[in-house]
T-cell receptor, first 113, second 113 residues
Framework: AQSVTQLDSHVSVSEGTPVLLRCNYS??????LFWYVQHPNKGLQLLLK??????LVKGINGFEAEFKKSETSFHLTKPSAHMSDAAEYFC???????????FGTGTRLLVSP | DTEVTQTPKHLVMGMTNKKSLKCEQH?????MYWYKQKAKKPPELMFV???????INESVPSRFSPECPNSSLLNLHLHALQPEDSALYLC????????????FGPGTRLTVL
């Protein structure tokens, strides 16, 4: 079975400060892990993907995530938040042979000036 | 190019209407998906097509009828919908069904009166 837990439903930061969005996963197989971002009334945009090539994954817009097998975590970080980062972020897990993505419940990132 | 297009962007329909949602991709992907997303929730998988054949139906009511006319097109035919079917309908595609990255379209915002 696979599951994803996003530990915070809301995260508030000030512009220019670091961002940390937390995600823990459970998977019986070698997982593929994703972070997607969704701006209001928009579709989902892929931020980054982990597929076992490297534990530190760099994505678009300055985001990165580190896969930690021992902690079953895949937290998303960014050194300096921008106002345009305000959105909903989904952590997602799947595995080879599975046709479904398993979504976390989402974390809403709020960025204040 | 990683673009998935969806039309229309917005749709308002009565409970006795028949309408269709359209999704298109030109990335040569062989898997296409329909998701339903309610406000403040993650997307929920409805259907998966792999090589133009329906491979997963997540027990979706028959008032939703998917169709895959060719490898680039995916339709969702709607008939006799209920107000609770109002949601954002997202289409996605991936190279193959499985752990491949899914690319999402911008969605169709459906309102059922």
């Amino acid at each position: 079975a696979q599951s994803v837990t996003q530990l915070d439903s809301h995260v508030s930061v000030s512009e220019g400060t670091p961002v940390l969005l937390r995600c823990n996963y459970s998977s019986s197989y070698s997982p593929s892990l994703f972070w997607y971002v969704q701006h209001p009334n928009k579709g989902l945009q892929l931020l980054l993907k982990y597929t076992s090539a490297a534990t530190l994954v760099k994505g678009i817009n300055g985001f990165e995530a580190e896969f930690k097998k021992s902690e079953t975590s895949f937290h998303l970080t960014k050194p300096s938040a921008h106002m345009s980062d305000a959105a909903e972020y989904f952590c997602v897990v799947t595995s080879t042979g599975f046709q479904k993505l398993v979504f976390g419940t989402g974390t809403r990132l709020l960025v204040s000036p | 190019d990683t673009e998935v297009t969806q039309t229309p962007k917005h749709l308002v329909m009565g409970m006795t209407n028949k309408k269709s949602l359209k999704c298109e991709q030109h990335m040569g992907h062989r898997a296409m998906y329909w998701y339903k997303q309610k406000a403040k929730k993650p997307p929920e998988l409805m259907f998966v097509y792999s090589y133009e054949k329906l491979s997963i139906n997540e027990s979706v009511p028959s008032r939703f009828s998917p169709e895959c006319p060719n490898s680039s097109l995916l339709n969702l035919h709607l008939h006799a919908l209920q107000p609770e079917d109002s949601a954002l309908y997202l289409c996605a595609s991936s190279q193959e069904a499985g752990a491949d990255t899914q690319y999402f379209g911008p969605g169709t915002r459906l309102t059922v009166l």
